[in-house]
C-alpha cells in the first residue's frame, strides 16, 4: 500500500509505503501524485518512508518502479530514502552514485532530520564585489540545478555592471554537486561564459581543484592561475594587476 501527503505547495511529495507493494499501487497513487506536482513544478523533492510493515516489491511493482524513474528522470530535484530495511539500504546506496539527484538513506527514528534535509538548501553561490571588473564568486556545499539557475542571473547582471569582468572563483567551501544534473547545468554556465573574463584566479586547497583550473585553462579565452586558500590576497592582487 501507498499514501502521499503533499508538501511545499507540492513541491514536495512525502510517500509512505507498507506491507506488499504492487504495480496497483503505483498506477494509482504515487505516478498520478508524481505527475500531478510536475504540473506545477519543474522538479520536485520526494520523502520515502518503508515502514516496519513494510514486506517489499512484487515483480510488477519493480517493474513500475523503474518505469517511474526512466518517464521522469529529470523531474526529481532530491529524494530522502526513511528505512531500517538492510537490503532495501545498501540497494539504494549502491545506485545512488549514478543517479541524477541527490538521494540519502535515513533511520526510521530520523525521520525529522530526512524532512529538514529536503527542505533545506544544500548549496548556495555568493558573489562579492572586489571593485573595478573583478568579481569574487565563492561556491559553497553541494549545489544544485535551482542554485546555479539563480546564480547564473546574478553573474548576468554582474558581468553587464562591469567594464571587462575579471573572476575569483572561491572553492574553498565547495563540496561539489547533488547530482548529475547539477553538474550538467554548471558546466554548461561556464560554456556559456567561457569567452566573458579577462583574467580568473582560482581559489582552493584539493588537488581535483588545481586540477580543474588546469582543464579550465584550455577552453578560456582568458588568463588563469590557481592560488592555496592561503594566499587568497595574492589572488585579489594579480587579478587587479
Not at 43 to 56: A, H, K, N, P, S
Not at 222 to 229: K, T
Amino acid at each position: 500500500m501507498i499514501s502521499v501527503e503533499t508538501q511545499m505547495d507540492g513541491a514536495l511529495l512525502e510517500v509512505e509505503l507498507s506491507e506488499q507493494i504492487t504495480a496497483q499501487d503505483y498506477d494509482t497513487v504515487l505516478i498520478p501524485a508524481v505527475e500531478k506536482a510536475l504540473e506545477t513544478h519543474d522538479r520536485i523533492r520526494l520523502m520515502m518512508t518503508f515502514g516496519q510493515e513494510f514486506q517489499g516489491y512484487d515483480l510488477s511493482a519493480a517493474w513500475a518502479d523503474s518505469k517511474l524513474g526512466l518517464s521522469h528522470w529529470s523531474g526529481f530535484d532530491r529524494i530522502a530514502v526513511v528505512t531500517d530495511t538492510g537490503w532495501l539500504r545498501n540497494s539504494i546506496r549502491l545506485a545512488a552514485p549514478i543517479l541524477p539527484c541527490p538521494m540519502q538513506v535515513f533511520d526510521l527514528i530520523d525521520a525529522e532530520t530526512a524532512r529538514r534535509w529536503l527542505r533545506e538548501s544544500l548549496g548556495s553561490v555568493h558573489m562579492i564585489d572586489l571593485g573595478g571588473p573583478c568579481l569574487q564568486v565563492k561556491l559553497m556545499g553541494k549545489l544544485d540545478p535551482e542554485v546555479i539557475a539563480n546564480a547564473e542571473k546574478d553573474l548576468d547582471a554582474q558581468i553587464r555592471a562591469r567594464d571587462g569582468f575579471r573572476l575569483l572563483l572561491d572553492l574553498s567551501e565547495f563540496d561539489g554537486w547533488q547530482g548529475l544534473s547539477a553538474m550538467v547545468a554548471h558546466f554548461s554556465l561556464v560554456r556559456e561564459h567561457a569567452a566573458t573574463p579577462e583574467r580568473v584566479a582560482v581559489v582552493g586547497d584539493h588537488a581535483w581543484q588545481r586540477a580543474a583550473q588546469h582543464l579550465m585553462g584550455r577552453f578560456l579565452n582568458a588568463d588563469s592561475h590557481f592560488f592555496d586558500v592561503s594566499d587568497i590576497e595574492g589572488a585579489k592582487a594579480w587579478l587587479k594587476a
